[in-house]
Structure formats: structure tokens, C-alpha cells
Nanobody, 127 residues
Framework: QAHLVESGGGLAQAGDSLRLSCTGSGRTLRSYAMGWFRQAPGKEREVVAAINWKPDSSYYADSVKGRFTISRENARNTYTVHLQMNNLTPEDTAVYYC??????????????????WGQGTQVTVSS
């Protein structure tokens, strides 16, 4: 079992930066990839970025490449993933969900292979 808790998010203006963090507990996460999805009103949940357990490999959605950076810190039974979001646009407005899956490749399969979810944190970007 694992438990994910997000922090960060909030209100921003276009061009601003925000940083999301997610702290996961549970020995399972030691070998799991972790990442972020987002869901805007009326849209499907989509992957944003993910990072493997080592961490030495990451994945980004095309829409955030060059603007968002994912990082990960592994400690004893505590695993923290950060999402640094720069040059935000109104299109980044969504609820952002932390997640964990067995493999980094799992994030290429939509939500079907995600085992754990955080409660979500709202990011709102105004123009």
C-alpha cells in the first residue's frame, strides 16, 4: 500500500511559476515510478510528467516540454516528487494529481496502469 499527499498549487498569472510537491509513503513506492496527471473541467485526465524510481529517466507531455521539470527525492520509506512549472499559461489550469505506477512506461498507457493517486491540487492560471 502507498499514500500520496500533494502540496503546492494555487493561483498564478500567465508567465508565472509554481511548484507542486507530492510526498509518498509506503515501501511499495521504492521501485515505483511517480508522476503527475492533470484534469481540466470537461476534459479527460492526461499525463503531465513522470519519473522512474532511480531516478534517471523521465517523461513529459509535449504540451509541457521545456516549461515543466519533474524531480524526485528518495528517502527511507518516503518518496517525494516535485513538479516545477514555469511560464504557466491559462491552458495549464487544471486539478493536478500525483500518481504512482509500477513502471515509467505505465504512464504511456493513460490512467489504466496507475496504482495510486493523490487527492489532487488545483492550479489556476489567469491571463
Amino acid at each position: 500500500q502507498a499514500h500520496l499527499v500533494e502540496s503546492g498549487g494555487g493561483l498564478a498569472q500567465a508567465g508565472d511559476s509554481l511548484r507542486l510537491s507530492c510526498t509518498g509513503s509506503g515501501r511499495t513506492l521504492r521501485s515505483y515510478a511517480m508522476g503527475w496527471f492533470r484534469q481540466a473541467p470537461g476534459k479527460e485526465r492526461e499525463v503531465v510528467a513522470a519519473i522512474n524510481w532511480k531516478p534517471d529517466s523521465s517523461y513529459y507531455a509535449d504540451s509541457v516540454k521545456g516549461r515543466f521539470t519533474i524531480s524526485r527525492e528518495n528517502a527511507r520509506n518516503t518518496y517525494t516528487v516535485h513538479l516545477q512549472m514555469n511560464n504557466l499559461t491559462p491552458e495549464d489550469t487544471a486539478v493536478y494529481y500525483c500518481s504512482a505506477a509500477p513502471f515509467l512506461a505505465s504512464y504511456g498507457q493513460g490512467t489504466s496502469q496507475i496504482d495510486y493517486w493523490g487527492q489532487g491540487t488545483q492550479v489556476t492560471v489567469s491571463s
